[in-house]
């Protein structure tokens, strides 16, 4: 089974007082790295959350970087191409997708091209909207 991870599965991973860290954490650490990948645009996005979280939750660049090397550890990195980037964005736009849920649809598309069995996220609305062959795929850990 191949188990594709959300950014808002992720960052819950590394905040051990975060609402569904338990969670996230069991499925993260459930799949050895050939059976589990993340978008490449997720790096960008856990380190984003990482370094932007308020409070005693924000951490350094530096510390961000430890979190992904954790990351490309236990998760194989799924890249489109221009192409697929192309023809993601240009298929999200075709069915109304708007604003940052564009993301999600590239993540959509980086699942699909690992040929994910699971879609593993927290934002299930988002996920459902980007047609049957995703969201029967979608999973709350």
């Given at each position: 089974?191949?188990?594709f991870?959300?950014?808002?599965v ?18 993260f ?16 996005e ?9 409070g ?32 993601a964005?240009a298929?999200?736009?075709?069915t ?13 598309h ?21 047609g ?10």
């Open positions: 089974m191949k188990a991870f959300d950014t808002s992720l960052v819950p991973v590394f905040y051990g007082d975060h609402q569904h860290h338990g969670a996230s954490m069991e499925r650490l459930r799949f050895a790295k050939k059976q589990a990948c993340c978008g490449a645009h997720s790096l960008a856990v380190y984003s959350s990482l370094t932007r979280m308020p005693k939750h924000r951490i350094s660049g530096e510390q961000a970087m430890l979190f992904l090397s954790d990351m490309r550890e236990r998760l194989t990195i799924v890249a489109l191409d221009d192409q697929e980037y192309w023809h964005i298929g999200a736009a075709t109304g997708v708007v604003g940052g849920v564009i993301y999600d649809a590239l993540l959509v980086c699942a699909l091209k690992a040929k994910a069995e699971i879609i593993y996220t927290w934002n299930v609305k988002h996920y459902g909207q980007f049957s062959e995703a969201a029967k795929r979608v999973r709350t850990p």
